[in-house]
């Protein structure tokens, strides 16, 4: 039961990294890398092709090896942190408005702080 649970879940995030690759703000490779925990549990032929996939497989291995992040990876989140941190400071009310800014330079914090 829980293989095949993990097999699910692997799915659904599968699914919502393909749909993070045309929906703005919607991360893809972050979905991948939970899709390659949940099928390195479940499914090992799965995992493998996610692993030496030639688009994601060397940002999924470099996180999965050293907990890396690319500097072409920490830019695009950083950009899409900031985009989502002003259209919340522009969209909410006081004292709300600060919630978003700290939520999205905490996440910029620690992606940051990973190797590239």
Do not use: N, Q
Request: proline letters at 8%; charged letters at 15%.
């Amino acid at each position: 039961m829980k293989r095949g649970l993990l097999f699910a879940a692997g799915l659904v995030a599968l699914a919502l990294g393909f749909i993070g690759i045309v929906v703005p703000l919607l991360p893809t490779v972050a979905f991948w890398i939970l899709a390659a925990w949940c099928f390195a549990r479940s499914s090992p032929r799965l995992e493998a092709w996610l692993l030496y996939h030639p688009r994601a497989g060397p940002s999924i291995r470099a996180w999965r090896e050293r907990g890396a992040i690319g500097r072409r990876g920490k830019l695009a989140a950083s950009a899409a942190l900031l985009l989502s941190s002003g259209v919340g400071f522009a969209t909410l009310e006081p004292p709300l408005t600060f919630v978003p800014v700290l939520v999205c330079a905490g996440a910029a914090a620690f992606i940051w702080t990973r190797p590239d």
